[in-house]
């Protein structure tokens, strides 16, 4: 079954700083994949997407992620961290085989230091 | 309008209590999903529904019970909750075709009492 991995379930780093959180798929067919964010007692809101289209995927907030097929890999980065970016950030994949629901990975909490 | 509106925003309940969740969206997508979320962990789905049918069912418990009323309309129907249940439970939504984003509520916090 296709599914994401996220490594490391807490990221910490200093106002200003760049902000690297890393998405692993696993899948033998290109997937569809997605980073979302939440914010406490939030629903999730969507960051960017790839959809095959480009593998360098700009979204909200300056964030930005780049599909790497050779690393089945789907990093999102931002080159500034500003206060307003601690939360939850979740990879999620949606894969051409009919069943057309997302399954994130287990998330990444981004804690930003002033 | 891009929004999926979910009702209400809190909910108390007893075990032997019967209550229902809402959530609607006016962007013309045709599948639904109802998704819970346990304290630190990511969204599970629970149900997706496609043109107001249901087509996935991720073997929820029966004490849960989704229904699609028409094509802006979802609910999830509780009744005998136990205490583990308790969550926060997110509706989303997405258009008929294609594998794009879901769009997600802002959620309903429910504790079981």
């Known amino acids: 079954a296709q599914s994401v991995t996220q490594l490391g379930s807490h990221v910490s780093v200093s106002e200003g700083a760049l902000v690297l959180l890393r998405c692993n798929y696993s899948s033998s067919v290109p997937p569809y994949l997605f980073w979302y964010v939440q914010y406490p007692n939030q629903g999730l809101q969507l960051l960017l997407k790839y959809t095959s289209a480009a593998t360098l995927v700009k979204g909200i907030n300056g964030f930005e992620a780049e599909f790497k097929k050779s690393e089945t890999s789907f990093h999102l980065t931002k080159p500034s961290a500003h206060m307003s970016d601690a939360a939850e950030y979740f990879c999620?994949?949606?894969?051409?085989?009919?069943?057309?629901?997302?399954?994130f990975g287990s998330g990444t909490r981004l804690q930003v230091q002033p | 309008d891009t929004e999926v509106t979910q009702t209400p925003k809190h909910l108390v309940m007893g075990m032997t209590n019967k209550k229902s969740l809402k959530c609607e969206q006016h962007m013309g997508h045709r599948a639904m999903y109802w998704y819970k979320q346990k304290a630190k962990k990511p969204p599970e789905l629970m149900f997706v529904y496609s043109y107001e049918k249901l087509s996935i069912n991720e073997s929820v418990p029966s004490r849960f019970s989704p229904e699609c009323p028409n094509s802006s309309l979802l609910n999830l129907h509780l009744h005998a909750l136990q205490p583990e249940d308790s969550a926060l439970y997110l509706c989303a939504s997405s258009p008929p075709t294609g594998y794009t984003e879901a769009f997600f509520g802002q959620g309903t916090r429910l504790t079981v009492v």
């Open positions: 999620a994949v949606n894969m051409d085989t009919g069943r057309r629901a997302l399954t």
